[in-house]
């Protein structure tokens, strides 16, 4: 007899999916069938008896686990990472390893702070050679995934803008529109389609024409994201580019500075840039220095902690410290300084009492140590808001390769030599002058075109077989001949003119050597790159400056300057293709090739060679050669055309030549060393990040982003849910084939245009076509492979398939629950953990803040376990976080499936528990935003007060004086008193809006976990 008849409710015990008996079919042959309509979907199914139970009216996720009623198992990692994907909260990150780069930790850094911080604004003020652009990626595509990248500028100078556009392209498949012209940027602005564009700086300025940011202005049109790379460009207020950055920025909902050197004559550099970034925060320069002031005694702490000295000797010297603040007491330009303790200054800081408490309390374990490195970090409100590294941090990271230069000097041929004079003496007399007075800079640029060759730059060459000997082309032989032939390996030739270039690879090819070439007007650069890397026929890569810029070649350790540019910084970029990340040789070698006698060879003996430029690398040398022209008090041109100017007379004598570029030299030395005196005076006033570091270990081991596990195992269950005619094929270790059935070659197309996100970019529809008539995809999952070999598809968290995916579950709403059953072997955990059965809830806190007229929200992702051996929950959060990492990739499915006997009020216990870990972080939130409150108010409050005491003092001092014009300027003093204590009010009651509030929490999922 049937058990159910039509129209009762049931449900499907596999999913758990209700359902409605639509029809009760005849037995047959003794089992029971019916036909089911279920809610979710409206289809029609014909399921047995036998897989059926009756709808129970279950209240919750604690109902459904103690009537032993557990989803699909591999519904567990499909709601994962799923939820990974939709719902990115700030302890996880969905870019972690999700673009064609090598995972460097550090690299994540300014990511976390820009997340951590209020305003979503941040300075990245990296050494040279970091990975500046990479970082700004990272943060680019997190905001993609959390929906906050509609719109973005970048702003840098016109000789990066190629290297950006390529960078995002190739790394992070982020399509942005180099804009040659304004009218281009405002017709875009004008057609509200979404703005992904690269500006120069010479774009923003301010003008009577077309003035961009007031474009913006009166269009109403804000940007989700703007970044200024080379941010020290603006270092100074009141110029056209400043003002038209500050239209700019007031547009932007979030805003990146990049500048390896931001302070380049004094700190007002730093606190114009600051200002700049966040005018909520800095408004004014004194305050601004009293911050830093009063940052070093906690750097110094952090730095402490690091190097593990005894927390109570830490907490003596932190409170012992003195801090000296400066203060204009009148109009003039003085400053004046107080000074304090620490102890006392700070008595009433919530923060900084609970850091002292600990420093005194606390067991002295690594935990500890981190925990209050962070407490530390959170006093500054310059921590979130600047990001540094330098390469002395990150030393396992960075490339060590010594640099190995090599100067080969050669002397012209007396051929060689009168097709240099005649060419010189032609040239002077097609002007109607001789070389005593030509212009300098004709002179100039005639000499550099021969110094690069002169047998390319003055003889017939082309389609000619009986070339004259060519002093230079011998000794670039010499070294194909030992790098190429005796070593294997390849190597870049780097020349100043496209004649050179071209000429060299007419030559090579007449002695049977193959060669590539790149130069500024050939526009597949990065595919004649990946060829010559790749390609084994192809070991020479010629190339000119423009050509070479903002691509990375570190595959390669030898280079040769064929010619040898003036200016230090293009020496610079050249060595700095392969002098960098992922430079895994022991050593990169430097070739010079120079013409003995020449100007060139006094400016490399007596300049470039001194100032180390080939031995190592020696900072932003756009900054030093800028820095220098400024204490010179050059304007108006550039290094390149200030030593043409000052060495290159014909009417100079050799020693008087050696006695400039000898002075110039120790110019630029001196320079270099003060700038490193500021970069360190910087780095000690500033931070230290050894918590962000920590933290993003933390994630990184925790699978605290979409790991190529769960992504692997999220297109399996498509494939298994709704593609069933299409297979994933593993080739190789990181490599797998997605194998269309001609059947049904059309599969996955029609998938991926059925669940098309509403968002979607080019990406998309670029892999619709790549896949439309093929049967074979290859594709991989791994960062670094894909980092390697930029051809294959790279299936991230991003990639069309994920997206589609995404989509396909979301419309599905499948009617699984979020109640699972699993086992994880202790070995994969951690070894401290006890056999046996564990219930792990994992919730999402919302906590809000209201900052500076805006709501932030701060998501976490809070795991929490309960021992039912113990009936107790498992207190250390480590081993929480590790519990929930391992379910995420080790986790088996559980055979013996049932009710759980357990008689603990279990529902009662965790909402106690989860009540008490959002107590315990929103008392955390306001700590720090009441610490931060403080320290503001106590800068603000003391710069208002000594301004107005100060002229209550001259106020004081004139009434008493009887002079008349004394007297008339009483009432001038007291207006300004007046609007400055007005003021002092307007800021407080900003400062005092700032709310913390937590949202109810949701619980994501709830599992059973034996313990083997």
Same mark, same amino acid.
């Given at each position: 007899?049937?058990?159910?008849?039509?129209?009762?409710?049931?449900?499907?015990?596999?999913?758990?999916?209700?359902?409605?008996?639509?029809?009760?079919?005849?037995?047959?042959?003794?089992?029971?069938?019916?036909?089911?309509?279920?809610?979710? @979907?409206?289809?029609?199914?014909?399921?047995?008896?036998?897989?059926?139970?009756?709808?129970?009216?279950?209240?919750?996720?604690?109902?459904?686990?103690?009537?032993?009623?557990?989803?699909?198992?591999?519904?567990?990692?499909?709601?994962?990472?799923?939820?990974?994907?939709?719902?990115? @909260?700030?302890?996880?990150?969905?870019?972690?390893?999700?673009?064609?780069?090598?995972?460097?930790?550090?690299?994540?850094?300014?990511?976390?702070?820009?997340?951590?911080?209020?305003?979503?604004?941040?300075?990245?003020?990296?050494?040279?050679?970091?990975?500046?652009?990479?970082?700004?990626?990272?943060?680019?595509?997190?905001?993609?995934?959390?929906?906050?990248?509609?719109?973005?500028?970048?702003?840098?100078?016109? @000789?990066?803008?190629?290297?950006?556009?390529?960078?995002?392209?190739?790394?992070?498949?982020?399509?942005?529109?180099?804009?040659?012209?304004?009218?281009?940027?405002?017709?875009?602005?004008? @057609?509200?389609?979404?703005?992904?564009?690269?500006?120069?700086?010479?774009?923003?300025?301010?003008?009577?024409?077309?003035?961009?940011?007031?474009?913006?202005?009166?269009?109403?049109?804000?940007?989700?994201?703007?970044?200024?790379?080379?941010?020290?460009?603006?270092?100074?207020?009141?110029?056209?580019?400043?003002?038209?950055?500050?239209?700019?920025?007031?547009?932007?909902?979030?805003?990146?500075?990049?500048?390896?050197?931001?302070?380049?004559?004094?700190?007002?550099?730093?606190?114009?840039?600051?200002?700049?970034?966040?005018?909520?925060?800095?408004?004014?320069?004194?305050?601004?220095?009293?911050?830093?002031?009063?940052?070093?005694?906690?750097?110094?702490?952090?730095?402490?902690?690091?190097?593990?000295?005894?927390?109570?000797?830490?907490?003596?010297?932190?409170?012992?410290?003195?801090?000296?603040?400066?203060?204009?007491?009148?109009?003039?330009?003085?400053?004046?300084?107080?000074?304090?303790?620490?102890?006392?200054?700070?008595?009433?800081?919530?923060?900084?009492?609970?850091?002292?408490?600990?420093?005194?309390?606390?067991?002295?374990?690594?935990?500890?140590?981190?925990?209050?490195?962070?407490?530390?970090?959170?006093?500054?409100?310059?921590?979130?808001?600047?990001?540094?590294?330098?390469?002395?941090?990150?030393?396992?990271?960075?490339?060590?390769?010594?640099?190995?230069?090599?100067?080969?000097?050669?002397?012209?041929?007396?051929?060689?030599?009168?097709?240099?004079?005649?060419?010189?003496?032609?040239?002077?007399?097609?002007?109607?002058?001789?070389?005593?007075?030509?212009?300098?800079?004709?002179?100039?640029?005639?000499?550099?075109?021969?110094?690069?060759?002169?047998?390319?730059?003055?003889?017939?060459?082309?389609?000619?077989?009986?070339?004259?000997?060519?002093?230079?082309?011998?000794?670039?032989?010499?070294?194909?001949?030992?790098?190429?032939?005796?070593?294997?390996?390849?190597?870049?030739?780097?020349?100043?003119?496209?004649?050179?270039?071209?000429?060299?690879?007419?030559?090579?090819?007449?002695?049977?050597?193959?060669?590539?070439?790149?130069?500024?007007?050939?526009?597949?650069?990065?595919?004649?790159?990946?060829?010559?890397?790749?390609?084994?026929?192809?070991?020479?890569?010629?190339?000119?400056?423009?050509?070479?810029?903002?691509?990375?070649?570190?595959?390669?350790?030898?280079?040769?300057?064929?010619?040898?540019?003036?200016?230090?910084?293009?020496?610079?970029?050249?060595?700095?293709?392969?002098?960098?990340?992922?430079?895994?040789?022991?050593?990169?070698?430097?070739?010079?090739?120079?013409?003995?006698?020449?100007?060139?060879?006094?400016?490399?003996?007596?300049?470039?060679?001194?100032?180390?430029?080939?031995?190592?690398?020696?900072?932003?040398?756009?900054?030093?050669?800028?820095?220098?022209?400024?204490?010179?008090?050059?304007?108006?041109?550039?290094?390149?055309?200030?030593?043409?100017?000052?060495?290159?007379?014909?009417?100079?004598?050799?020693?008087?030549?050696?006695?400039?570029?000898?002075?110039?030299?120790?110019?630029?030395?001196?320079?270099?060393?003060?700038?490193?005196?500021?970069?360190?005076?910087?780095?000690?006033?500033?931070?230290?990040?050894?918590?962000?570091?920590?933290?993003?270990?933390?994630?990184?081991?925790?699978?605290?982003?979409?790991?190529?596990?769960?992504?692997?195992?999220?297109?399996?269950?498509?494939?298994?849910?709704?593609?069933?005619?299409?297979?994933?094929?593993?080739?190789?270790?990181?490599?797998?084939?997605?194998?269309?059935?001609?059947?049904?070659?059309?599969?996955?197309?029609?998938?991926?245009?059925?669940?098309?996100?509403?968002?979607?970019?080019?990406?998309?529809?670029?892999?619709?076509?790549?896949?439309?008539?093929?049967?074979?995809?290859?594709?991989?999952?791994?960062?670094?492979?894909?980092?390697?070999?930029?051809?294959?598809?790279?299936?991230?968290?991003?990639?069309?398939?994920?997206?589609?995916?995404?989509?396909?579950?979301?419309?599905?709403?499948?009617?699984?629950?979020?109640?699972?059953?699993?086992?994880?072997?202790?070995?994969?955990?951690?070894?401290?953990?006890?056999?046996?059965?564990?219930?792990?809830?994992?919730?999402?806190?919302?906590?809000?803040?209201?900052?500076?007229?805006?709501?932030?929200?701060?998501?976490?992702?809070?795991?929490?376990?309960?021992?039912?051996?113990?009936?107790?929950?498992?207190?250390?959060?480590?081993?929480?976080?590790?519990?929930?990492?391992?379910?995420?990739?080790?986790?088996?499915?559980?055979?013996?499936?049932?009710?759980?006997?357990?008689?603990?009020?279990?529902?009662?216990?965790?909402?106690?528990?989860?009540?008490?870990?959002?107590?315990?972080?929103?008392?955390?939130?306001?700590?720090?935003?009441?610490?931060?409150?403080?320290?503001?108010?106590?800068?603000?409050?003391?710069?208002?007060?000594?301004?107005?005491?100060?002229?209550?003092?001259?106020?004081?001092?004139?009434?008493?004086?009887?002079?008349?014009?004394?007297?008339?300027?009483?009432?001038?003093?007291?207006?300004?008193?007046?609007?400055?204590?007005?003021?002092?009010?307007?800021?407080?009651?900003?400062?005092?809006?700032?709310?913390?509030?937590?949202?109810?929490?949701?619980?994501?999922?709830?599992?059973?976990?034996?313990?083997?």
């Amino acid at each position: 007899m049937a058990k159910y008849n039509k129209g009762d409710s049931v449900t499907f015990v596999e999913t758990n999916e209700s359902g409605v008996i639509v029809e009760v079919y005849a037995p047959y042959k003794g089992k029971q069938q019916y036909a089911v309509r279920w809610i979710n @979907s409206g289809d029609i199914s014909d399921i047995l008896e036998s897989r059926l139970e009756p709808e129970r009216k279950l209240e919750n996720a604690f109902d459904m686990l103690q009537a032993g009623i557990y989803s699909a198992f591999v519904d567990f990692a499909r709601l994962n990472t799923q939820y990974k994907i939709e719902n990115t @909260s700030i302890n996880t990150i969905s870019s972690l390893k999700a673009s064609r780069t090598i995972f460097k930790p550090y690299q994540y850094k300014p990511l976390l702070k820009f997340l951590n911080s209020d305003s979503r604004r941040i300075l990245i003020a990296d050494e040279v050679g970091l990975g500046k652009t990479i970082e700004a990626g990272h943060i680019m595509l997190e905001l993609k995934a959390r929906n906050e990248l509609g719109s973005a500028i970048i702003v840098c100078p016109s @000789s990066l803008q190629d290297k950006w556009k390529d960078e995002l392209e190739t790394r992070f498949d982020l399509r942005f529109k180099k804009y040659e012209h304004k009218l281009d940027f405002i017709a875009d602005i004008e @057609s509200h389609r979404p703005i992904y564009g690269i500006l120069t700086y010479e774009k923003i300025r301010t003008s009577s024409h077309n003035d961009l940011g007031e474009i913006l202005e009166e269009k109403q049109v804000f940007i989700d994201l703007v970044v200024c790379d080379e941010a020290h460009r603006m270092r100074n207020s009141g110029t056209d580019t400043f003002d038209g950055a500050k239209k700019f920025l007031t547009a932007a909902r979030s805003a990146i500075f990049m500048s390896a050197t931001p302070i380049m004559l004094h700190e007002g550099n730093l606190f114009t840039l600051l200002n700049l970034l966040d005018p909520y925060q800095f408004k004014s320069e004194e305050v601004f220095r009293n911050l830093m002031n009063a940052n070093k005694p906690f750097v110094a702490a952090i730095s402490e902690l690091n190097a593990k000295l005894p927390f109570k000797d830490i907490a003596q010297r932190l409170m012992d410290a003195e801090l000296r603040y400066e203060y204009k007491y009148s109009g003039d330009d003085k400053y004046k300084w107080t000074a304090i303790s620490v102890k006392e200054d700070y008595k009433s800081n919530p923060l900084f009492n609970k850091i002292i408490a600990d420093l005194n309390q606390l067991e002295e374990t690594d935990h500890n140590r981190v925990k209050i490195q962070y407490d530390i970090s959170s006093i500054s409100i310059l921590n979130n808001i600047f990001s540094r590294t330098t390469k002395r941090d990150v030393t396992t990271d960075w490339s060590q390769a010594i640099r190995m230069p090599n100067t080969i000097t050669i002397k012209l041929t007396e051929f060689e030599r009168n097709l240099y004079d005649d060419y010189l003496e032609n040239k002077c007399a097609e002007e109607g002058v001789t070389i005593y007075d030509a212009n300098p800079l004709f002179l100039s640029s005639l000499k550099k075109t021969l110094a690069s060759s002169v047998i390319a730059n003055t003889t017939e060459w082309e389609n000619k077989t009986d070339l004259p000997y060519d002093s230079k082309f011998e000794a670039l032989k010499e070294i194909i001949d030992d790098v190429l032939k005796k070593q294997g390996k390849k190597l870049i030739v780097f020349a100043t003119t496209i004649r050179t270039l071209k000429y060299l690879q007419y030559r090579l090819m007449l002695e049977g050597v193959e060669s590539l070439m790149i130069y500024g007007g050939i526009k597949e650069r990065q595919q004649i790159v990946c060829r010559f890397q790749m390609n084994k026929d192809f070991n020479i890569l010629l190339s000119s400056e423009v050509g070479g810029e903002g691509l990375d070649m570190q595959f390669c350790d030898t280079i040769v300057n064929y010619d040898l540019p003036w200016n230090p910084m293009v020496v610079e970029q050249r060595i700095g293709r392969i002098d960098r990340f992922g430079q895994t040789s022991e050593y990169v070698y430097i070739y010079n090739i120079l013409v003995k006698g020449t100007l060139q060879e006094k400016i490399y003996g007596r300049l470039l060679n001194r100032i180390g430029i080939f031995r190592e690398c020696i900072g932003d040398i756009e900054v030093i050669l800028d820095r220098f022209l400024e204490k010179e008090n050059i304007k108006g041109v550039d290094f390149v055309s200030y030593l043409e100017r000052e060495v290159d007379n014909p009417n100079l004598t050799e020693d008087e030549v050696n006695r400039k570029l000898d002075s110039i030299r120790k110019a630029i030395e001196q320079v270099k060393f003060d700038v490193d005196q500021l970069t360190k005076g910087l780095s000690d006033s500033l931070t230290n990040d050894m918590y962000f570091k920590e933290e993003i270990n933390k994630i990184n081991n925790h699978n605290r982003y979409i790991t190529e596990t769960e992504l692997i195992n999220y297109v399996n269950s498509i494939i298994a849910n709704k593609l069933k005619t299409v297979r994933l094929k593993k080739i190789d270790k990181f490599v797998y084939n997605i194998a269309l059935q001609k059947g049904d070659a059309k599969a996955l197309t029609n998938f991926l245009i059925t669940n098309k996100p509403n968002k979607t970019d080019i990406n998309y529809s670029e892999f619709l076509n790549y896949i439309r008539d093929e049967y074979i995809i290859p594709i991989t999952f791994n960062q670094e492979y894909a980092y390697e070999n930029k051809g294959i598809q790279y299936v991230n968290s991003y990639h069309p398939l994920t997206m589609a995916i995404t989509e396909y579950y979301k419309k599905e709403k499948k009617a699984s629950g979020n109640t699972f059953r699993m086992v994880l072997r202790k070995a994969d955990v951690d070894n401290r953990l006890k056999t046996g059965v564990y219930i792990m809830g994992v919730y999402l806190l919302d906590i809000q803040r209201e900052v500076f007229h805006s709501v932030k929200h701060t998501q976490l992702l809070i795991p929490i376990v309960f021992d039912c051996q113990n009936e107790d929950f498992v207190d250390d959060e480590e081993l929480n976080e590790k519990i929930f990492s391992a379910s995420q990739v080790f986790s088996e499915i559980e055979d013996e499936i049932g009710p759980l006997d357990v008689s603990f009020p279990l529902q009662m216990a965790f909402s106690e528990k989860i009540s008490e870990v959002q107590d315990r972080y929103k008392e955390d939130y306001n700590i720090r935003s009441e610490s931060n409150k403080i320290v503001l108010r106590q800068r603000i409050v003391s710069q208002y007060e000594k301004r107005i005491q100060s002229h209550y003092d001259r106020i004081d001092e004139y009434q008493y004086s009887y002079d008349p014009n004394k007297l008339k300027l009483i009432p001038a003093l007291k207006g300004k008193v007046k609007k400055w204590e007005e003021e002092l009010q307007t800021e407080l009651m900003e400062l005092d809006r700032s709310k913390i509030a937590v949202n109810p929490n949701k619980l994501v999922s709830l599992s059973v976990i034996t313990i083997k």
